[in-house]
């Protein structure tokens, strides 16, 4: 039976529906910053999410007008912390898209995949280590870098 | 909530969702941040209509005004920042910056 179109049900249906596009995003997208804008979509619905939580239909916002008989309020709480997280989400994207400025002037490229290509090949040069070029073979002991690198000799014999 | 409210908020619902999924597709990096913000502006009537006055003021003014600037300033300095084809380029702080990097 398709249940009737109920208020709750539209905005049940688009947190989740917001939730689970902006995770597809996030798991799915190529470039960098169509995945921070991916990650605003989700924190969008979970905000939703939250505050369709404390909901009521027949309830009045929490507001208190005089100090007589109260009607119905909605609950409050949720609220309080989803104005929290709003800002925190912000903050959240602010971090993000400076890592992605930081990405970006050491890689000079924003392809996910080429990111994380370039970003092994930076690690093995820096440790000193051949790169793992297959993705599937077992990794087989791969030395800790620098600290055993400088522990083996530490006699500076290597002219 | 009456009916006019319940045909509001699944008007807001469909742009929204719509509007979700054109961040996904569309190709223009501009127009994805702008799909993002009509989302947080939907977000926003919605919470109107759900009794949450406080939030929908923090959600207009915060994650449709301050999340928007923040984006969209960091697409200049990634040097996304496409409009009718042409890319704008980043301003010469970070190409000084990648100069020295590189």
């Known amino acids: 039976m398709i249940p009737a179109l109920t208020p709750e049900l539209i905005l049940y249906a688009t947190a989740i529906g917001l939730t689970t596009i902006g995770l597809a995003g996030v798991v799915l997208s190529v470039h960098l910053f169509r995945m921070v804008l991916s990650l605003v979509i989700a924190e969008a619905g979970v905000n939703l999410m939250l505050v369709l939580a404390g909901y009521r239909w027949d309830a009045v916002a929490p507001i208190l007008t005089s100090l007589g008989e109260q009607p119905a309020m909605v609950d409050p709480v949720p609220q309080a912390m989803v ?13 993000a898209v400076s890592i992605l400025i930081r990405i970006r002037q050491r890689y000079a490229t924003l392809d996910r995949w080429e990111v994380a290509e370039r970003m092994d090949a930076d690690i093995a040069a820096t440790a000193g280590t051949p790169r793992d070029v297959s993705q599937e073979a077992p990794l087989g002991e791969r030395p800790l870098p620098p600290i055993p690198a400088k522990r083996v000799d530490p006699s500076g014999s290597e002219s | 909530m009456t009916t006019i409210e319940l045909w509001i908020a699944l008007t807001l619902a469909l ?44 959600e207009a003014a915060v994650g449709v005004g301050l999340s928007s600037l923040i984006l969209a300033l960091a697409l200049r300095r990634l ?17 000084n910056r990648e100069k020295r990097d590189g």
């Open chain 1, 83 to 95: 104005l929290t997280a709003i800002v925190i989400g912000v903050g959240v994207q602010a971090l």
């Open chain 2, 15 to 58: 742009m929204m969702l719509s509007a979700a999924v054109m961040v996904l597709l569309v190709k223009n990096h501009i127009a994805a941040v702008a799909a993002a913000s009509v989302v947080s502006l939907g977000l926003a009537l919605l919470f109107v209509l759900m009794r949450a006055p406080d939030v929908a003021m923090t």
């Open chain 2, 79 to 95: 040097g996304l920042w496409e409009v009718d084809g042409k890319t704008v380029k980043p301003n010469p702080l970070s190409l």
